[in-house]
């Protein structure tokens, strides 16, 4: 039984250039990971099967259409005469919620596919594999800090970012990728006015990368809080929470997060945030 993690992520910053002429839109995002996330185990020698349980389980559609189960597929185009075996996949991470749970879930069977058959994290069928599986999945293999670019396939060296704490807020509603694109109305060819990229130095204090990331933004914010207006009570309440350095959305939504120096405040502001809104999902996490 082979068992990987499957953490969520985060855009720390996401600015969005621009779409080409095919309607994939082109990003710069700097990318972090939560140490909360799915799990996922592998039994080999036995026929594929996913089974899949947890808080979001029900969510998250049938286990056909789970990204699990593309990754095993996309794995043995790529790499023939090899076997799958049984899933087990314990959800955590909300769905459609801007955080990368099915790309992480599917960068997560990668993983334990390749270890499971000896091969290399650096083979470039498995990186291929990843990048049929979707724009995030190939972020997600190392799942380390860095940035993508292009439509997520163009990966920059893995960084080393000063510990921050997160806490990760969902309203409950949930947000396509493809209804926000469509809501930014750009068309094939067309260029965007993209937010500036933070400017991330080795060795840099929490504090000065709060104040990077200040200068940098969520390019899809406005097109989210259109969907989901929300969204704009949410990013109030994080940003007025005692000991919040930083509020923004993740992603095309709908979670959004507060950067916190202090554990202590991060863990006050998620009491306070459960009990002024009992119905959103409030989680505390620190970015590694």
């Not at 286990?63 to 597929?73: H, I």
């Not at 709908?254 to 306070?272: D, E, K, P, Y």
Request: proline fraction near 7%; charged fraction near 15%.
């Amino acid at each position: 039984m082979l068992v990987a993690r499957a953490p969520a992520k985060l855009n720390l910053s996401l600015a969005i250039a621009g779409r080409r002429a095919d309607g994939y839109h082109r990003l710069e995002s700097l990318v972090a990971f939560t140490r909360f996330g799915d799990s996922l185990t592998l039994q080999t020698g036995v026929p594929l099967a996913l089974e899949v349980e947890g808080a979001t389980a029900a969510a998250s559609g049938l286990p056909a259409d789970n990204l699990v189960m593309k990754a095993a597929g996309h794995f043995a185009a790529l790499f023939p005469g090899t076997a799958s075996g049984r899933f087990h996949l314990i959800k955590r991470i909300p769905v459609a919620a801007g955080l990368g749970g099915g790309s992480s879930d599917a960068a997560a069977a990668l993983r334990l596919l390749a270890q499971a058959h000896g091969i290399a994290a650096d083979d470039a069928r498995l990186f291929e594999a990843a990048r049929r599986c979707g724009a995030d999945v190939p972020v997600c293999m190392a799942a380390k800090p860095r940035f993508m670019r292009g439509i997520g396939d163009e990966l920059a060296p893995v960084l080393d970012l000063p510990p921050l704490i997160a806490v990760l807020v969902n309203p409950g509603v949930a947000l396509a990728t493809s209804a926000v694109f469509a809501a930014m109305r750009l068309r094939p060819g067309q260029d965007a006015l993209a937010a500036p990229a933070p400017r991330v130095e080795p060795g840099m204090s929490p504090e000065a990368l709060l104040a990077a990331l200040r200068y940098s933004g969520n390019d899809m914010e406005d097109a989210s809080q259109s969907l989901a207006p929300v969204l704009v009570g949410v990013l109030a309440v994080l940003g007025s929470a005692p000991g919040c350095r930083l509020a923004r959305m993740t992603g095309s939504g709908a979670t959004c997060f507060g950067l916190f120096t202090s554990r202590r405040a991060a863990q006050g502001a998620v009491r306070a945030i459960r009990r002024g809104h009992p119905d959103w999902w409030v989680k505390a996490s620190v970015l590694g």
